[in-house]
């Protein structure tokens, strides 16, 4: 008995948005077949879906939801396109277009910040919602930039006074040795990529014009101690590295009108005597607690090269195999 092929077409009426589609030498294209296991063409302005009924339904909502972001000016890549895809079948193609929507802020150079995922959202909402948001999830997730992004906003709208952005000086599996300088030049390398995320908001000069007047201080976490930090957005980074007693004492440093993230990967402690890590014990003791936001970002979530996604993946699958 013959298997009738099911066939269902989508329009695309912009030149523009068929290039966005279907992407350099037809990659995204490849992707969509090779996922879903339909078949592509194209005939003038449509593209016709062709295969199994219930799979080829799935593919025109996933083309569906990505040519609206695509005709909103957005670009589309392949990460983006298995997470759609992911959405889809999930039955939760609907929010697809909802990640793209309001811009959290503008770079120096004009480029919209926005979510890219739904962990992203609910991230970037939990930071709004809370006085405290911690934020736990493997690299490149968006963590510290966003987190930037949102500090730097809160500045431009003297909704605080300055930024403090922080991060315990572990090396990570390797011994550094005596480097040359002065106290600030031995701390740079730990803080780059805080330096990193803030020229890429503010450009260099405005960055600079702000830390030379104090609007901006980025500092190890041992100058934390004894300070009470007002009307400020405080950041601290790869807090998987801190002990408990760093911990403690970092959290209780917020003061009047200050707000506070928290970011780590708990896969990624590199605390020496596998000491617990005070980010790990935070997030026991502080769920439940009112005006404490806790976001757990996965390798859905990765918006770098889709190769880290495969990465992270790869890693978590071999972190839950039982030992031998």
Not at 125 to 140: E, L, Q, R, S, W
Not at 225 to 244: K, V
Request: with cysteine.
């Amino acid at each position: 008995m013959e298997t009738t092929t099911y066939k269902t077409t989508i329009m695309i009426d912009s030149p523009d948005a068929f290039i966005n589609l279907f992407g350099l030498r037809d990659e995204n294209v490849d992707l969509l077949k090779r996922e879903l296991e339909v078949e592509l063409f194209c005939h003038g302005n449509e593209i016709i879906i062709s295969g199994d009924e219930e799979k080829a339904q799935l593919c025109k909502t996933v083309l569906t939801k990505l040519k609206q972001i695509v005709e909103k000016g957005e670009k589309i890549d392949r990460s983006r396109i298995r997470y759609a895809i992911e959405l889809a079948r999930e039955g939760n193609a609907e929010r697809i277009e909802e990640i793209m929507q309001g811009v959290i802020a503008i770079t120096y150079r004009g480029r919209q910040v926005k979510c890219k995922t739904l962990g992203q959202k609910q991230y970037v909402d939990a930071m709004k919602n809370n006085t405290c948001c911690f934020a736990i999830g493997p690299a490149g997730t968006g963590k510290t930039y966003l987190a930037i992004a949102m500090a730097v906003v809160a500045l431009k709208n003297k909704d605080i006074e300055r930024i403090i952005l922080t991060r315990p000086a572990v090396e990570a599996g390797e011994k550094l040795g005596f480097l040359p300088g002065d106290l600030q030049q031995k701390v740079d390398p730990y803080l780059r990529p805080l330096y990193d995320a803030l020229n890429d908001m503010m450009g260099f000069e405005g960055y600079s014009r702000l830390l030379e007047r104090g609007a901006v201080e980025v500092a190890p976490l041992a100058y934390m101690r004894g300070r009470t930090l007002n009307d400020a957005f405080i950041i601290l980074d790869e807090a998987q590295n801190t002990t408990s007693e760093q911990m403690k004492m970092f959290l209780t440093r917020m003061g009047a009108n200050s707000r506070m993230v928290i970011t780590g990967d708990i896969t990624q402690i590199d605390l020496a005597d596998n000491r617990k890590s005070g980010l790990v014990e935070a997030i026991e003791v502080l769920r439940g607690v009112e005006d404490i936001g806790i976001v757990h970002l996965t390798h859905r979530d990765v918006v770098r090269h889709e190769l880290v996604q495969a990465i992270v993946r790869a890693y978590e699958r071999h972190g839950s195999r039982p030992k031998r």
